[in-house]
C-alpha cells in the first residue's frame, strides 16, 4: 500500500514562507514524477509544481513561478515544496501527488496524498 502523507502546513500571514514535506511510504519514489496541487474553496483542484524522478527537471504554475521551488530527496522518500512570498489567494488544500514516469505536468497521478491546508491571512 502507497501512501503519501502531506505536512507543514498552516496559518501565516501574507509574505511569510511556509515549507511543506510530502513523504512517501510503501514503495520507493524514485521513479516516480512528484508534484503538489491545490484547491481553494470552490474552486477546481489546479496545478502547482512538479519534479522529475531524477530532479534534472521542474514545472511550476505561472502564479508561483518565482516564489515556490519544488525539490526531492529520493534516500529519504521526500519531496518539498518551499513557498516563499506567500499571498491570500496561496490559500488552499495542497495535495502531494505522484506518477510513474509520469510527464512534469501529472496529467494521472497514480497515487494522492490526503491534502494540508494552507492558510494565508492579509
Known amino acids: 500500500q502507497v501512501q503519501l502523507v502531506e505536512s507543514g502546513g498552516g496559518l501565516v500571514q501574507a509574505g511569510d514562507s511556509l515549507r511543506l514535506s510530502c513523504e512517501v511510504s510503501?514503495?520507493?519514489?524514485?521513479?516516480?514524477?512528484m508534484g503538489w496541487f491545490r484547491q481553494a474553496p470552490g474552486k477546481e483542484r489546479e496545478f502547482v509544481a512538479a519534479?522529475?524522478?531524477?530532479?534534472?527537471?521542474?514545472s511550476y504554475a505561472d502564479s508561483v513561478k518565482g516564489r515556490f521551488a519544488i525539490s526531492r530527496d529520493n534516500g529519504k522518500n521526500t519531496v518539498y515544496l518551499q513557498m516563499k512570498s506567500l499571498k491570500p489567494e496561496d490559500t488552499a488544500v495542497y495535495y502531494c501527488?505522484?506518477?510513474?514516469?509520469?510527464?512534469?505536468?501529472?496529467?494521472?497521478?497514480?497515487?494522492w496524498g490526503q491534502g494540508t491546508q494552507v492558510t494565508v491571512s492579509s
Open positions: 510503501g514503495r520507493t519514489v524514485s521513479r516516480y514524477t
Open positions: 519534479i522529475s524522478w531524477s530532479a534534472d527537471f521542474t
Open positions: 501527488a505522484a506518477e510513474q514516469f509520469g510527464p512534469l505536468t501529472l496529467p494521472a497521478p497514480d497515487y
